[in-house]
């Protein structure tokens, strides 16, 4: 018997399917087709959706409830936008000037008021502590004295209450944001552990998707000092339980936190805790203890797909046949790596001598940029022009460039250099 479906009943299956939209407009000269949306999740952003433009217009159809942070990313002209959900549609246009996003002007509510409350922090934080000084160089009772009273006195001023009934994910970045992160001048509060202990315990689920999460816990880490951090940590554990989708939450951002600042020591610590839970692992966890896995001493390193490889016929890493192989992670706009690779240039041909292949993955945006540096340089070179939003940087655990492995001739992880010193070392070619 064929199945009859009534229009009630598909509408309201596609309102179940489709809580809310997020639309965005741009000028027909944008030559982007794709687009890709993220939710957040800590520090993490999580791709939700792939759509390809209709006349210049993108529209995403979300299918659960979201209150928190959201992107959107174009990967053929590397922009990328960021807004706010509050679990209503979103609507934005883009003005685009030599493909690139030069303005946003957001047409909901909610981000339109996020925008204009995210400018006057700005303002606050950055603008008035120089009015304040410049005003003691200037008497209240001449013009500029006076215009300069009036925008410290609008600027030191509040902007109004949010509405949390109205809003609820602005009510709750602004009022957590000013606790426990703002540097205005008018916080003078100084938040103990225990309170953001007490914060981090028992806020809902915009914690994760507000973007706060990190930034809070480097203030915890920073309000213990740096001879107290494992008691911060472990206290700050146990409180939460390990076992808890928002203690794993946690656990994975300290040990990206203690990665970043090479606090290595700390890293090893919490990434033990983190191998050995008996129970149930979060995706979140999962996801960090797998790029770290990657890396570790020994482990085959994954295999990349080259995109527009140079200096090479070869279409993926695992192609390259050498004895040893050295992959750096590098971009044309890293102070270090102007500083490092040239070292590494001087020494090419001794690479060459003893069959060692050296491999550049750039985290480049701009193609030009990339394309005149890699110019100077004979390894093989490749880029997916995204920077930070390249694949490989949760692949390999990228934090920081430039970044050293050196491989076996079976592609296994032999040596992490920090510096280029340490590959010439290694080599013997210094």
Not at 131 to 152: C, H, M, P, R, V
Not at 248 to 274: H, N, P
Not at 351 to 380: C, E, H, M, R
Request: with cysteine.
């Amino acid at each position: 018997m064929k199945k009859i479906y009534t229009l009630s009943a598909v509408v309201a299956a596609f309102a179940l399917q489709a809580q809310f939209t997020i639309t965005i407009q741009t000028p027909a000269d944008f030559k982007d087709q794709d687009a890709i949306l993220y939710t957040l999740n800590g520090s993490k952003d999580i791709i939700v959706t792939k759509e390809k433009s209709k006349n210049n217009t993108w529209t995403f159809k979300y299918p659960g409830n979201y209150m928190g942070m959201m992107k959107v990313y174009f990967p053929g002209s590397n922009n990328t936008v960021s807004f706010i959900s509050e679990n209503k549609n979103v609507s934005f246009k883009l003005d685009i000037q030599n493909n690139k996003v030069k303005d946003v002007t957001y047409l909901d509510e909610a981000n339109s008021l996020m925008s204009k409350q995210q400018e006057g922090s700005q303002k606050k934080e950055l603008i008035l502590p120089a009015l304040s000084q410049i005003k003691e160089y200037y008497k209240d009772n001449t013009d500029f004295g006076k215009a300069l009273k009036t925008e410290i006195e609008r600027l030191s001023g509040t902007s109004g209450s949010i509405d949390a009934a109205q809003h609820p994910f602005i009510a709750y970045y602004n009022t957590n944001y000013s606790k426990f992160i703002s540097n205005s001048p008018d916080s003078t509060k100084k938040v103990d552990q225990e309170e953001i202990i007490n914060f981090l315990d028992k806020s809902g689920d915009m914690l994760e998707s507000s973007s706060l999460l990190r930034p809070v816990l480097v203030a915890y880490l920073n309000s213990g000092g740096n001879t107290n951090v494992t008691k911060s940590v472990d206290t700050l554990l146990d409180r939460l339980k390990v076992e808890t989708p928002r203690g794993q939450t946690v656990l994975s951002e300290l040990i990206d936190i203690f990665d970043v600042y090479q606090m290595d020591e700390y890293k090893t610590k919490y990434l033990g805790l983190a191998k050995n839970l008996k129970c149930t692992i979060t995706d979140r966890l999962a996801s960090t203890l797998k790029s770290n896995a990657n890396i570790e001493m020994g482990a085959a390193f994954p295999n990349y797909k080259f995109q527009s490889p140079v200096n090479t016929t070869a279409k993926s890493l695992y192609d390259v046949k050498a004895d040893k192989k050295v992959v750096v992670f590098w971009s044309s706009t890293c102070s270090h790596c102007e500083s490092e690779l040239p070292k590494l240039l001087e020494k090419y041909n001794d690479f060459k001598s003893k069959n060692i292949q050296i491999v550049g993955l750039s985290l480049d945006v701009d193609k030009d940029s990339y394309t005149k540096k890699i110019a100077a340089f004979p390894w093989i070179n490749d880029s997916e022009l995204r920077g930070w939003n390249s694949s490989y940087t949760d692949t390999y655990n990228i934090h920081a460039t430039p970044t050293y492995f050196i491989l076996d001739a079976n592609n296994k992880i032999i040596s992490k250099p920090d510096h280029v010193g340490d590959v010439l070392e290694y080599f013997k070619v210094k």
